[in-house]
């Protein structure tokens, strides 16, 4: 009988760790999985064009608490994407390889604003409590997309 070459064992082991890995995520509760999720370094956002109506998907940095996923526009209300969900709020997310639905929304209240920019600017900027926030994390739009799970 043959001896199997290196290149084979190779591609064997990193079959295994590839199952291995997989089966883990499917293994994990709702919580650890939405733990990895937040952990991801950017979502895919995907809107209604307000003028086209086709769909248009965004790379973006976000923040995830609970099921709600938190947004910052540094174009404010000018940026084509939050021009979109202001004129049609349904919305998806992509976290990894999963998608959800969700309603869009700009932030309205002090304590979820505050929230949402505390969160993306330690997540992305190493902002910890009694430090100043960015420019970007103080000035920028704050949204809010509360997902269908």
Not at 78 to 88: E, G, K, T
Request: glycine share 8%.
């Amino acid at each position: 009988m043959p001896k199997p070459s290196q290149h084979s064992l190779q591609r064997g082991a990193v079959d295994q760790r590839a199952r291995h890995s997989l089966s883990r995520l499917l293994l994990m509760d709702p919580i650890q999985r939405h733990v990895a999720e937040a952990n991801l370094d950017f979502c895919y956002l995907t809107t209604i064009g307000r003028k086209s109506g086709l769909e248009r998907t965004v790379e973006i940095w976000f923040g995830l608490d609970g099921d709600t996923v938190y947004l910052l526009s540094g174009g404010g209300d000018s940026s084509d994407w939050v021009r979109n969900l202001q004129a049609n709020d349904r919305v998806a997310v992509k976290l990894g390889r999963r998608k959800y639905l969700g309603t869009a929304r700009l932030i309205e209240g002090v304590d979820e604003e505050s929230r949402a920019r505390r969160l993306l600017a330690s997540k992305y900027q190493g902002w910890e409590h009694g430090k100043r926030l960015s420019s970007w994390a103080r000035n920028s739009l704050a949204v809010a997309v509360d997902l269908r799970t």
